[in-house]
């Protein structure tokens, strides 16, 4: 059973930055696609970036310029680093990761962008 628990969320000013982390449990993490999705309230759950094993990424237009997504296959981590953040940034953000076939879900992790 994967296991993903995401953390780095909180609350912060419009044009400020955070960096989420989530760790994986399964060691072979490193061989799959990694993403970051976010849901606000009362909207469906968005892609927001990808990451290949190679190191690959991928953004979604909204974010794109402000968000990098990076991992370490070493520490079973994916990273989101979010700069210059707007007020509809805020949402549950999720880590996902794709293991032959099944989609496996962190917790997720609250960021809260407002002055």
Do not use: H
């Amino acid at each position: 059973q994967v296991q993903l628990v995401e953390s780095g969320g909180g609350l912060v000013q419009p044009g400020g930055s955070l960096r989420l982390s989530c760790a994986a449990s399964e060691s072979i993490f490193s061989i799959y696609a990694l993403g970051w999705y976010r849901q606000a309230p009362g909207k469906q759950r968005e892609w927001v970036a990808a990451i290949s094993p190679g190191g690959r990424t991928n953004y979604a237009d909204s974010v794109k310029g402000r968000f990098t997504i990076s991992r370490d296959n070493d520490k079973n981590t994916v990273y989101l680093q979010m700069n210059k953040l707007k007020p509809e940034d805020t949402a549950v953000y999720y880590c996902n990761v794709g293991i032959l076939g099944t989609d496996y879900w962190g917790q997720g992790t609250q960021v809260t962008i407002s002055s």
